[in-house]
């Protein structure tokens, strides 16, 4: 049995931060498919495990952990890969963690839902609009953070990149001009050279949708 167990799906890119982070440090780990389209997450055994019902999950031994940023945190203990190197950069990273949830992947994720996965009768264009809206102008703080550094904070890569980078390789499927985003874009080059990356389809159970 794997050391680590990560309940996912591909279309998740918060599961995605965590997969990334667990096959670039080269963690033993296997991926647990939650059949989210389904409503695998609200089922009674998987909210046993997180009473929030979202993905991802992380089993480590005895300990069970939910929400990407805690997991990150957590794996930069037991692995001792893209932590921070002083207290200064902890706070860093938290800073970036918090605005990556709450701005960045918050509306990506949200909007690319509405656009791409809810069923056409129940899709409104006006929301899927704002939500876009937001991701923009999170993309743009972040293409500003970028254009003078290659990693959010510090010299090198850190958890940070893995929160961030979330739902970016699913560029196909949210309608944002990402050409516009040159520095971010460059970023996920640079991302895309770390140890065994692979898209979050090639990378978690679930793609394509049957
Ligand atoms: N802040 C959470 C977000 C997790 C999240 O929203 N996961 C999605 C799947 S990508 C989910 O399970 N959503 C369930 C729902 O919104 O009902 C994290 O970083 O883990």
Redesign the pocket.
């Known amino acids: 049995m794997a050391e680590y167990k990560l309940h996912c799906?591909a279309?998740?890119?918060?599961?995605y931060?965590?997969a990334l982070y667990l096959t670039t440090t080269g963690a033993d780990w296997d991926a647990l498919f939650?059949d989210?389209f389904k409503g695998g997450?609200?089922s009674e055994g998987f909210t046993k495990q997180n009473e929030?019902?979202?993905?991802?999950v992380l089993e480590h031994g005895a300990e069970t952990f939910?929400?990407?940023?805690?997991?990150l945190d957590y794996l930069t203990e037991t692995t001792g890969q893209y932590g921070a190197k002083t207290d200064r950069d902890r706070r860093e990273i938290l800073r970036w963690l918090l605005w990556?949830?709450h701005k960045l992947?918050?509306n990506l994720?949200?909007g690319r839902?509405m656009a791409n996965f809810l069923p056409e009768d129940k899709r409104n264009p006006d929301v899927t609009n704002f939500l876009i809206g937001r991701a923009k102008a999170a993309c743009h703080v972040l293409e500003n953070r970028l254009a003078k550094r290659d990693w959010i904070v510090g010299g090198t890569p850190t958890i940070a990149d893995f929160?961030c980078i979330?739902y970016m390789y699913y560029e196909d499927e949210i309608p944002i001009d990402f050409a516009k985003f040159p520095a971010i874009q460059a970023w996920k080059g640079r991302m895309a050279e770390l140890p065994n990356w692979a898209h979050p389809y090639d990378m978690m159970p679930g793609h394509p949708l049957s």
């Open positions: 799906f279309q998740s890119g918060n599961a931060k965590v939650v989210f997450h609200r929030m019902a979202e993905v991802p939910s929400q990407s940023g805690v997991i990556d949830n992947t918050a994720a949200t839902f929160s979330g």
